[in-house]
């Protein structure tokens, strides 16, 4: 069994050595700012650069389709948000709230996602 593909980093380069010159100088790591230390570079763990560069803009297909998932959740979840604003003061009213009351509906959602947006980003 061949412990590489075509096109993947073998050897003392590490994960981004062989990359763009990106390895940098380090003492306490050999001098070439990566473990020499070739058993951790098994198949599994060393990235494939085969399709580096293919795609669009640089990224890879399933990266793509991440960005596309995440972007379609985001744009239906918004369109969700919105669709309550024509209707739901009219409900409201009927149903015997002030336009404070409902206002602070629409108010209180924003609130909670301007506090968690910085927790989310961070995790």
């Known amino acids: 069994v061949p412990l590489s593909q075509p096109g993947e980093i073998t050897g003392k380069q590490g994960y981004l050595g062989g990359l763009a010159g990106l390895g940098g100088k380090d003492n306490a790591t050999g001098g070439d700012g990566y473990e020499s230390d070739d058993s951790l570079l098994t198949p599994s763990r ?3 650069t085969a399709n580096a560069g293919n795609g669009w803009m640089g990224f890879s297909r399933r990266q793509v389709l991440t960005l ?3 972007s379609l959740a985001d744009f239906f979840s918004a369109i ?3 669709l309550q604003a024509p209707f739901f003061p009219q409900e409201a009213e009927q149903k015997g709230a002030t336009a404070t009351e409902f206002g602070l509906v629409f108010g209180v959602f924003e609130l909670v996602v301007f506090i968690t947006s910085p927790i989310y980003g961070k995790y």
């Open 46 to 48: 060393r990235p494939s």
């Open 68 to 70: 596309l998932v995440f």
């Open 80 to 82: 969700i948000i919105s």
